[in-house]
């Protein structure tokens, strides 16, 4: 073939993947507009990026803000999208007034029951039949140490049961909604093993969780293919469905601190086209418990990790460039 690959048609991501799992990104009022071709053209699923938290949906008490919530459910309605809910029950991004009472000292674990259910049911019957699936509780494993349960207020003013209710009360409020547990770090063996505990404790005494969020904030080195597969299977032989919610590949190492880099190096760019194929090739292979993959952002030229974890630094993650034009990873990905 003579033509160049800005010349090639360009098939949708979405298209390809069509009967193996959802594909999905995370998007904000921002980007519908400046990415809003790309996004229609190429996920079929679509995440709120911060407009569905706590505190943007629930600043003081019994004030509702969902106006830019309502903005994408909106643009996937017109666009037919799916839409994942993200997130109702996280230690980040949750007001003070949450856990406090109006002297100032801490809630109860009554009152806070009550708050985290007014919430969770004023959003998701908003939402009932609109929103396919949740991620109900956000991150609450300890990431290292002896304790399953990383300290949080929830965990403090409630107790470890903060999440069975927090999925209770989501399941009382859009029964046909599938619940996830989604935490990243996912695939590191200690990890893992908490996340497994956790999730396999919540089965065993009938609480309605239906999948593992497998945040995916993976980079060009780590985590090993192994360590991903044995973290699929490991979730998966609890009878839950996986979805990948937040991915994308940093092409510098945990440990590369660098900001002179202005753009990708040839090394970087084919590290991360090997393990975007490979990641791919093994998402295929367990198509019938992964239902949904959603990167987190659409293109290069808006990541949460530019400025993230080293501040300065430019950062190109996802399948296409600050363009919005197909990367050599994406050509891999659809190379099936």
């Known amino acids: 073939m003579t033509t160049h690959s800005a010349q090639k048609v360009v098939p949708s991501l979405s298209e390809v993947y069509k009967d193996d799992f959802k594909v999905g990104a995370a998007v904000n009022p921002i980007t519908l507009h400046s990415q809003k071709e790309l996004i229609i053209k190429h996920f079929n699923s679509l995440t709120a990026e911060n407009e569905m938290k706590f505190e943007s949906l629930q600043p003081e008490e019994g004030t509702f803000t969902f106006d830019k919530a309502d903005q994408l459910l909106s643009f996937a309605n017109e666009n037919h999208k799916s839409v994942r809910g993200h997130t109702l029950v996280w230690h980040n991004q949750t007001p003070d007034w949450v856990f406090k009472t109006k002297k100032g000292t801490f809630a109860d674990r009554y009152t806070l029951l009550e708050r985290m259910n007014t919430h969770i049911s004023t959003v998701m019957e908003r939402y009932k039949g609109q929103i396919y699936s949740w991620d109900v509780v956000n991150e609450a494993v300890a990431d290292t140490g002896g304790s399953l349960l990383r300290d949080s207020k929830w965990k403090d003013i409630v107790g470890e049961d903060f999440i069975d209710?927090?999925?209770?009360?989501?399941?009382?409020?859009?029964?046909?909604?599938?619940?996830?547990?989604?935490?990243?770090?996912?695939?590191?063996?200690?990890?893992?093993?908490?996340?497994?505990?956790?999730?396999?404790?919540?089965?065993?005494?009938?609480?309605?969780?239906?999948?593992?969020?497998?945040?995916?904030?993976?980079?060009?080195?780590?985590?090993?293919?192994?360590?991903?597969?044995?973290?699929?299977?490991?979730?998966?032989?609890?009878?839950?469905?996986?979805?990948?919610?937040?991915?994308?590949?940093?092409?510098?190492?945990?440990?590369?601190?660098?900001?002179?880099?202005?753009?990708?190096?040839?090394?970087?760019?084919?590290?991360?086209?090997?393990?975007?194929?490979?990641?791919?090739?093994?998402?295929?292979?367990?198509?019938?418990?992964?239902?949904?993959?959603?990167?987190?952002?659409?293109?290069?030229?808006?990541?949460?990790?530019?400025?993230?974890?080293?501040?300065?630094?430019?950062?190109?993650?996802?399948?296409?460039?600050?363009?919005?034009q197909p990367k050599q990873s994406f050509w891999q990905v659809i190379n099936r």
């Open 165 to 324: 209710k927090a999925f209770e009360y989501a399941h009382l409020a859009d029964p046909n909604a599938a619940l996830f547990y989604n935490d990243y770090n996912e695939s590191h063996p200690e990890k893992r093993e908490k996340i497994y505990s956790l999730t396999k404790g919540l089965v065993e005494k009938g609480v309605p969780i239906h999948g593992i969020g497998l945040q995916a904030h993976w980079n060009i080195y780590s985590p090993s293919f192994d360590h991903i597969r044995v973290a699929i299977e490991r979730y998966a032989s609890l009878g839950l469905q996986i979805h990948i919610t937040e991915m994308d590949v940093s092409v510098y190492d945990v440990d590369d601190k660098r900001t002179d880099v202005k753009v990708p190096t040839q090394e970087m760019i084919i590290k991360q086209t090997e393990r975007y194929y490979s990641f791919f090739e093994l998402f295929r292979e367990y198509s019938d418990v992964i239902t949904s993959v959603t990167f987190w952002g659409a293109a290069d030229d808006y990541t949460w990790l530019d400025d993230f974890p080293v501040r300065g630094r430019k950062n190109w993650p996802l399948l296409f460039d600050e363009h919005h």
